[in-house]
T-cell receptor, first 112, second 115 residues
Framework: DQQVKQNSPSLSVQEGRISILNCDYTNSMFDYFLWYKKYPAEGPTFLISISSIKDKNEDGRFTVFLNKSAKHLSLHIVPSQPGDSAVYFC???????????FGKGTKLTVNP | DGGITQSPKYLFRKEGQNVTLSCEQN?????MYWYRQDPGQGLRLIYYSQIVNDFQKGDIAEGYSVSREKKESFPLTVTSAQKNPTAFYLCASTPAGYGTNYGYTFGSGTRLTVV
């Protein structure tokens, strides 16, 4: 049973445009959500996170939106740059737990 | 600099052999994790340890074993019982409690190939 779902395996956008990566979850016990960025043959690196008490968190070009009623979150990258091309993982954590549950990832390609 | 070191970066194993992947951290983190990444499968949890001398199975523990004799080290052994061991293996760590707001710190991974 996949608790964190990223239904789009890939996404291609033009440089300068907005990239929107989506993530859905099924477990209402999740109270913290994170996005990681991963390049090939490297470990994931933390990008941005959001607590379930918020609906938006912004850090430079990256904004994460959380819709608790829909159990949906999205990562917006504006403007997209070629260096943003990577696999993006959505992850979720239950209250009181350190363990993260990951989605399958979305491969973002930003074309010059 | 603090971080997690995984070695080797590339590893080749003959069928039927056991092999051990190293993971060392100098972040003073209490919890450590092993994940496996396969194409289209995302990150799947193999084993995790929240304290020295204790560890728990993750979602895909069959064919793997771990030890946690020191806080800094969490080696993973891929045994001959693992039917499809070719994959990219990631080690991660986090402080105790709820961890940081950054979740895990990951190592750079080990690519294991069975030949």
């Amino acid at each position: 049973d996949q608790q964190v779902k990223q239904n789009s395996p890939s996404l291609s956008v033009q440089e300068g445009r907005i990239s929107i990566l989506n993530c859905d979850y099924t477990n209402s016990m999740f109270d913290y959500f994170l996005w990681y960025k991963k390049y090939p043959a490297e470990g994931p690196t933390f990008l941005i996170s959001i607590s379930s008490i918020k609906d938006k968190n912004e850090d430079g070009r990256f904004t994460v939106f959380l819709n608790k009623s829909a159990k949906h979150l999205s990562l917006h990258i504006v403007p997209s740059q070629p260096g943003d091309s990577a696999v993006y993982f959505c992850a979720a954590r239950k209250g009181g737990s350190e363990k993260l549950v990951f989605g399958k990832g979305t491969k973002l390609t930003v074309n010059p | 600099d603090g971080g997690i070191t995984q070695s080797p970066k590339y590893l080749f194993r003959k069928e039927g052999q056991n092999v051990t992947l190293s993971c060392e951290q100098n972040l003073n983190h209490d919890a450590m994790y092993w994940y496996r990444q396969d194409p289209g499968q995302g990150l799947r949890l193999i084993y995790y340890s929240q304290i020295v001398n204790d560890f728990q199975k993750g979602d895909i523990a069959e064919g793997y074993s771990v030890s946690r004799e020191k806080k800094e080290s969490f080696p993973l052994t891929v045994t001959s019982a693992q039917k499809n061991p070719t994959a990219f293996y990631l080690c991660a760590s986090t402080p105790a409690g709820y961890g940081t707001n950054y979740g895990y710190t990951f190592g750079s991974g080990t690519r294991l190939t069975v030949v």
